[in-house]
T-cell receptor, first 114, second 116 residues
Framework: AQSVTQLGSHVSVSEGALVLLRCNYS??????LFWYVQYPNQGLQLLLK??????LVKGINGFEAEFKKSETSFHLTKPSAHMRDAAEYFC????????????FGKGTRLSVIA | GAGVSQTPSNKVTEKGKYVELRCDPI?????LYWYRQSLGQGPEFLIY????????DSGLPNDRFFAVRPEGSVSTLKIQRTERGDSAVYLC??????????????FGEGSRLTVL
């Protein structure tokens, strides 16, 4: 079975500062990994995904994540936070077997301080 | 429509009542998923359809929960004898195994269920 652990339920950064949201996964087979973002009163939308190609994945809105097998991690980063980045971020894991359900972490709420 | 549509967006009901939540997926998406999101938690998997059949219903919490997708498109999540603990946002997502969107789930905005 697969699982993800997101370290820190709430992260607060200043505008312009580095954003780092942590995700560690557990999987008995090579995983596919995802980051989703949920803005207030909106549905979840995909930020980026890792599907066994390049280990450094670039997504929308300047976010990127690096797959590190040795650390079983898939941390999300952004060099400079904007106020509009304030949202809930979810890490999710799946396996390479077609349309299998994603298993989500509990989420990290990002606050950006002016 | 262009995205996943869920109705109603909000539903308030009394304990013991029956509730139906509807999901209209993206046209052409063969896979459809139901998740439940409680306050402060991530989405929790309930059931997954591939076409008309339930490919995995291991996440349904008990036999009060049931879902159908009779024509392989629209799906309905049915909850019998609702309990206060069923209060949550119910999310629907669809996906396609074609092309660059492999593995990506497209979510609706959810149906918020409140059981009084």
């Amino acid at each position: 079975a697969q699982s993800v652990t997101q370290l820190g339920s709430h992260v607060s950064v200043s505008e312009g500062a580095l954003v780092l949201l942590r995700c560690n996964y557990s999987s008995s087979v090579p995983p596919y990994l995802f980051w989703y973002v949920q803005y207030p009163n909106q549905g979840l939308q995909l930020l980026l995904k890792y599907t066994s190609a390049a280990t450094l994945v670039k997504g929308i809105n300047g976010f990127e994540a690096e797959f590190k097998k040795s650390e079983t991690s898939f941390h999300l980063t952004k060099p400079s936070a904007h106020m509009r980045d304030a949202a809930e971020y979810f890490c999710a894991v799946s396996v390479n077997s077609g349309n299998t359900p994603l298993v989500f972490g509990k989420g990290t709420r990002l606050s950006v301080i002016a | 429509g262009a995205g996943v549509s869920q109705t109603p967006s909000n539903k308030v009901t009394e304990k013991g009542k029956y509730v139906e939540l509807r999901c209209d997926p993206i046209s052409g998406h063969t896979a459809l998923y139901w998740y439940r999101q409680s306050l402060g938690q991530g989405p929790e998997f309930l059931i997954y359809f591939q076409g008309t059949g339930a490919a995995d219903d291991s996440g349904l919490p008990n036999d009060r929960f049931f879902a159908v997708r009779p024509e392989g498109s629209v799906s309905t999540l049915k909850i019998q004898r609702t309990e206060r603990g069923d209060s949550a946002v119910y999310l629907c997502a669809s996906s396609s195994s074609a092309g660059g969107t492999w593995g990506e789930l497209f979510f609706g905005e959810g149906s918020r269920l409140t059981v009084l």
